[in-house]
């Protein structure tokens, strides 16, 4: 399994508060992340190698500056670079993996939350005891009580009308009730539209937002589109340095800037992308906790100063977010769709985890949430290890087929 963007360091801890750090070094990562003098200053780097299949890339245009935007700095300075011709490094996977192995690894990536729920129905009496067990089951797996009850009380009428009595058969219809149950956040990411199509990123420090974009890239590139990446985190070295090298390595332009304002990286970004006719801008943001307002304040800019550069932009607006966050998921997306608008969730680390259960409170709007559907799930590091959602999947991949 090709492995990529794995950290040298453990990750920083969500609760870092760059509002904490001195001022000269704005930095949420922890300092093993972040050497106290940045690295080598890297010039703003556009690479222009072409993708296998591509379209040859435009002459490189300097973009203009970021319009009247209260207190926005200068606008970044991506000159774009000549290419840097390195051999790009060939694909790690040349195809997407069969929809078996696929499904294979879903189900094994659920399988500690799977367990929990699976091993209660053999040769089980079905009977109060076990509607009891599985509700507790559910609401440990994260579904939350208001899904955990919902699909419960589903699950004792069918029972009920039906007259089951046999355990594995309970687990069947469990199954079906959770398909349904999970369907309406099903949502498909259509790439047929005008481009391009401007796409931001955001979510807590961690989350797997970089590594999903680098995954992302790859499966829009797999699809014929032309990707253009900003890297968004101007704070911190290693979050750029780690966009940039996934660039390098697999052929797609990333606009970087050392510093600066991540506003206007993303402007410079969706200017350039128009003009180099890409097909997709993803603009990576730096980690946030919904608790900072500062840098609330700072990604609602990105998303205002995008659309300076095209008004119908941002086209989506994504949070990535951590299967194992739990019920504070919730929160982060309530805070972020609140700030941006959401379109739509990566919903990351999905393998492994005993709480695969966070899409279900979700999808019931459990702590007020918008039921903001999810486009990708994340069950691992490698790079086809983001798939779409697909709710039927999904619930087979949690409670067997
Ligand atoms: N197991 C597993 N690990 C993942 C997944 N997605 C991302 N990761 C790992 O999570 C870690 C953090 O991922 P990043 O992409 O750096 O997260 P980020 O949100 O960009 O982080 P910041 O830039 O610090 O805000 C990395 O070690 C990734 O390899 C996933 O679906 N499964």
Known sequence: MFSFFKKKTPQPSPEQDRAQEPP?????????????????????????PVAPGMAA??????????????????????????????????????????????????????????????????????????????????IMADTGVDAAQSLLKGLRERVRQERIEDGDRVRQV???????????????????????????????????KTTSIGKLARTFQQQGRRVLLAAGDTFRAAAREQLVEWGRRNDVTVIAQEGGDPAAVAFDAVKSGQARGMGVVMVDTAGRLPTQLHLMEEVKKIKRVIAKADASAP??????????????????????????????LIVTKLDGTAKGGILAAVAAGAQGVRPVPVYWI???????????FVADEFAGALLGN
């Open 24 to 48: 000269a070094a704005p930095v949420p990562a922890p300092a093993a992340d972040q050497p106290a003098v940045p690295p080598a200053p890297r010039e703003p780097i556009a690479q222009e």
């Open 57 to 138: 890339p435009d002459t490189p245009v300097a973009p203009p500056p970021v319009p009247e935007e209260p207190a926005a700095p200068a606008p970044a300075q991506p000159v774009p670079a000549p290419a840097p011709a390195p051999a790009p490094a060939p694909a790690p996977q040349a195809a997407p993996p069969a929809k078996s192995s696929w499904l294979a690894r879903l189900k094994s990536g659920l399988s500690r939350t799977g367990q929990s729920l699976t091993t209660l129905f053999v040769g089980v009496k079905v009977d109060e005891d076990l509607f009891e067990e599985l509700e507790t089951a559910l």
């Open 378 to 388: 994340g069950v691992g590091e490698g790079i086809d290890d983001l798939q779409p």
């Open 174 to 208: 469990l199954r079906e009730l959770l398909a349904e149950h999970l369907r309406p956040l099903e949502r498909r990411f259509d790439l047929d539209r005008p481009a391009p199509i401007v796409t931001m990123i955001a979510g807590v420090n961690g989350a797997g």
């Open 315 to 344: 086209h989506e607006v994504l949070l990535v977010i951590d299967g194992n966050t739990g019920q504070n998921a919730l929160a982060q997306i309530k805070a972020f769709d609140q700030a941006l608008g959401l379109t739509g």
